[in-house]
T-cell receptor, first 116, second 114 residues
């Protein structure tokens, strides 16, 4: 049973297309995240949701829109894809709460997006 | 300002030897957590070890230990008895109590030589 699963694993698409990445966690966590890892392996947070509520929205183009239908799911929709969007996108989850700084984030396997 | 610094972009270690991966951090929060993750060539992010700012003892998990020096703001990862499967990128990360996000360092690429 995969704790944090994201689909698809690979996504190859043309510039200008719209695509979605889905993420589900079965850990009972309250908080879910999207990260982007660029070609230099730098990992940067994009969004986080706590119990379906948007908590963090970093400086990300508004072509990226997260959606959390329930606390176990966090999807990422990307409109009008650009070459610079090519990266690995990771979903993660953790417990929330007052002691959140102690909580481990568990990651999905990543989605490698290639925009041609 | 960079909050997490990993000064070693690449490291080599002989199989069965110990290796230390450096991490320094910057925070003014009294409460924070420090994490290390491993990313092998297959791409997944694997949690290795956690150290809390108030923990009196250094964290250990099997062959991994965290050399936590709070006054120096360093949280170095020590891997004992390196194995070929330890070859990977290693990321140091921090979560402050006042910010609901984890900040990652740039990573260190470790290669274990047989």
């Amino acid at each position: 049973d995969t704790a944090v699963s994201q689909t698809p694993k690979y996504l190859v698409t043309q510039m200008g297309n719209d695509k979605s990445i889905k993420c589900e966690q079965n850990l009972g966590h309250d908080t879910m995240y999207w990260y982007k890892q660029d070609s230099k392996k730098f990992l940067k947070i994009m969004f986080s949701y706590n119990n379906k509520e948007l908590i963090i929205n970093e400086t990300v183009p508004n072509r990226f829109s997260p959606k959390s239908p329930d606390k176990a799911h966090l999807n990422l929709h990307i409109n009008s894809l650009e070459l610079g969007d090519s990266a690995v996108y990771f979903c993660a989850s953790s417990l929330g709460g007052d002691r959140a700084f102690k909580n481990i984030q568990y990651f999905g396997a990543g989605t490698r997006l290639s925009v041609l | 300002a960079q909050k997490i610094t990993q000064t070693q972009p690449g490291m080599f270690v002989q199989e069965k030897e110990a290796v230390t991966l450096d991490c320094t951090y910057d925070t003014s929060d009294p409460s924070y957590g420090l994490f290390w993750y491993k990313q092998p060539s297959s791409g997944e992010m694997i949690f290795l070890i956690y150290q809390g700012s108030y923990d009196q003892q250094n964290a250990t998990e099997g062959r991994y230990s965290l050399n936590f020096q709070k006054a120096r703001k360093s949280a170095n990862l020590v891997i004992s008895a390196s194995q070929l499967g330890d070859s990977a990128m290693y990321f140091c990360a921090m979560r402050e109590v006042s910010y609901d996000k984890v900040i990652f360092g740039p990573g260190t690429s470790l290669s274990v030589i047989p």
